[in-house]
């Protein structure tokens, strides 16, 4: 079972950048596609970025795409968000997801394909 905790997250203005971090547990780190799921107050959990176990495989969601990189190093079983022109409306607690059952190479944008979960990372973007 992998477990997953996140880092990173904090307080910004608006156009400034913030990186995330998600440190995994479990020596099979490497076999899993991982994600970045977000959730505003009130709001459902948004998929936000997915990247496969190599690296090769990135995808992203509509409202961070060009803004947000997802990116991952299997020799320190961790994976990074970097978020550039952050907005007010990207303010919500960001989740790290592992996709422990996915197909390798293949990245999904489903929260409900992603069996392990963070614990949250807070990010606030003022105006």
């Known amino acids: 079972q992998v477990q997953l905790v996140e880092s990173g997250g904090g307080l910004v203005q608006a156009g400034g950048s913030l990186r995330l971090s998600c440190a995994a547990s479990?020596?099979?780190?490497?076999?899993?596609?991982m994600a970045w799921f977000r959730q505003a107050p009130g709001k459902e959990r948004q998929f936000v970025a997915a990247?496969?176990?190599?690296?090769?495989?990135?995808s992203y969601g509509d409202s961070v795409k060009g803004r947000f990189s997802i990116s991952r190093d299997n020799t320190k079983n961790t994976v990074f968000l970097q978020m550039n022109s952050l907005k007010p409306e990207d303010t919500a607690v960001y989740y790290c997801a592992a996709d422990t059952n996915g197909t390798p190479g293949v990245v999904r944008s489903g929260r409900s394909n992603y069996e392990a979960w963070g614990q949250g990372t807070q990010v606030t973007v003022s105006s």
């Open positions: 990247i496969s176990w190599s690296g090769g495989t990135k």
């Open positions: 479990g020596r099979t780190f490497s076999r899993y596609a």
